[in-house]
C-alpha cells in the first residue's frame, strides 16, 4: 500500500486548507484511517482518524475545526482545515490501520504517506 498525501501549503491564520491523501496498490476500505501531525522538536500527535464503520475522531485541538472524510471509491482520505492558527503549523501525515483499532495510536497503523507542510502565518 502506498499514500501519498498532498493539499499542504501556507496560509494566514483564519484560512483553510484541504488535505488529500491517494492511496493506491490496494482497496483501503476496510482500514482505518487517520492523520497525524509532527512539528519539529515535538512528538507526532494524532489529529483525527476515520474508522471502516464510519466512526469519527477528532483531537480536541481541532474540533470545530477540522474535519475528517474519506471517499472509499476514490480511495482517497481528506482533512478540511478551517480557522487554521500558527499552532496547527506542522508536516502533517496519513496513515491507514488493518487492525482498524485504537486509531488515535501511530502505534496501531500500518501504512504511512510522507508528509505534508501546513505553514499558518500569525
Known amino acids: 500500500v502506498q499514500l501519498q498525501a498532498s493539499g499542504g501549503g501556507l496560509v494566514q491564520a483564519g484560512g483553510s486548507l484541504r488535505l488529500s491523501c491517494a492511496a493506491s496498490g490496494r482497496t483501503l476500505r476496510n482500514y482505518g484511517m487517520g492523520w497525524f501531525r509532527q512539528a519539529p522538536g515535538k512528538e507526532r500527535e494524532f489529529v483525527a482518524a476515520?474508522?471502516?464503520?464510519?466512526?469519527?475522531w477528532h483531537a480536541d485541538s481541532v474540533k470545530g475545526r477540522f474535519t475528517i472524510s474519506r471517499d472509499n471509491d476514490k480511495n482517497t482520505l481528506y482533512l478540511q482545515m478551517n480557522n487554521l492558527k500558527p499552532e496547527d503549523t506542522s508536516v502533517y501525515s496519513c496513515?491507514?490501520?488493518?487492525?482498524?483499532?485504537?486509531?488515535?495510536?501511530?502505534?496501531?497503523?500500518?501504512?504511512w504517506g510522507q508528509g505534508t507542510q501546513v505553514t499558518v502565518s500569525s
Open positions: 476515520f474508522g471502516s464503520d464510519g466512526s469519527t
Open positions: 496513515a491507514a490501520s488493518a487492525r482498524g483499532i485504537w486509531l488515535n495510536d501511530p502505534r496501531n497503523y500500518d501504512y
